[in-house]
């Protein structure tokens, strides 16, 4: 049977305020654009993992306005029946975006932190061994959905983002993959090279994989057995919000697939270049007949406003 993902995360309204620059303490600045868009780590995970044809039950609640953010899980095709909806507003973000195309992103948790043990307990006992449980840090209860996911057997994948010190509490021993960047890697280690992040890591979590993303410098895997490096696609960046949950769910789709780690690797890296070509969150990711023809395209090395150039 194919592996079925869950994903216990955070739905969010973002509100992309494009931006000549970001803007400074005790600066106020005039916004070039505005653009509203559905997002949130774990929606835009579920949703990467779906357009790569994945199996994917979204976990996580909405409030009283979030009917649009079900319907767009759904509308890609994840499987909606756990979220719930709670009294009071959804989770939203604030997002600025650079001109070239970095950003800074300020959350509102809203409905994203009232889980309760008793909805995550009834959302688990639907999956079991052979199952992935993929987790950010934009949810309460995140350890406790860790721990009680990896004792029903699931093999989880984390990506500790945004990186808090609670973290460091929970058992990441059961953590199977790590998906981080750059900040997360040091602020887990304390360690500023890529190489001695990746090292730290898989010296603390000897079982683990570790990915740890680099923008447009490309991206570590490391594993038990090795370690390499994927360069990154050329892309003229026009927004990197959801860039690295792009990668998550290609990487992990492309992994229940079969692919060998070389080759989820390229596909993460291409698939998250697609999104950075275009604007938004959960609307940027493509889908894997995109990724797939910019293979065809001579190992699709270049992308520009969403189009594989070669
Ligand atoms: O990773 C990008 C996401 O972070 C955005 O969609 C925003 O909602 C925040 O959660």
């Known amino acids: 049977m194919a592996m079925r993902f869950l994903v216990m995360g955070a739905l969010n309204y973002d509100h992309v305020y494009g931006m000549k620059h970001i803007v400074a303490p005790k600066e106020t600045a005039a916004s070039l654009r505005l653009e509203t868009a559905c997002g949130g780590k774990g929606l835009n995970q579920s949703i990467a993992l779906a357009k790569a044809g994945a199996a994917v039950w979204h976990g996580g609640m909405v409030g009283e306005d979030g009917a649009l953010l079900v319907e767009t899980a759904a509308g890609y095709g994840v499987c909606t ?29 809203g409905s994203n932190q009232c889980l309760t043990k008793a909805y995550m307990q009834e959302t688990l ?11 950010q840090n934009e949810v309460n209860m995140g350890g406790e959905i860790l721990a009680q996911g990896a004792a029903r057997g699931m093999e989880v994948a984390l990506n500790p983002s945004p990186f808090g010190t609670e973290i460091l509490n929970w058992d990441l021993s059961k953590v199977s993959l790590f998906f981080l960047n750059e900040v ?15 090292s730290a890591l898989c010296a603390r979590y000897p079982a683990a994989t570790v990915v740890l993303t680099l923008g447009e410098k490309g991206a570590m895997y490391a594993d038990r057995e090795r370690k390499f490096f994927c360069p990154a696609v050329l892309v003229r960046a026009v927004d990197t919000t959801a860039a690295g949950d792009t990668f998550t769910g290609y990487f992990l789709a492309a992994r229940a697939k079969g692919f060998s780690p070389e080759q989820c690797m390229r596909t993460a890296a291409q698939a998250s270049a697609l999104a950075v070509s275009r604007q938004g969150a959960a609307p940027s990711i493509p889908v894997w007949e995109e990724v797939a023809r910019m293979t065809e395209k001579s190992g699709g090395s270049i992308v520009e406003n969403g189009e594989i150039l070669r």
């Open 81 to 109: 029946d756990f979220i719930r909806t709670v009294p009071g507003r959804s989770g939203h973000a604030v997002i600025q975006v650079d001109q070239e195309g970095q950003n800074a992103i300020v959350l509102y948790g």
């Open 125 to 135: 006992l639907a999956f079991g061994r052979g199952d992935c449980l993929v987790l």
């Open 184 to 198: 997360e890697g040091e602020q887990m280690t304390g360690k500023q090279e890529p190489e001695e992040m990746v």
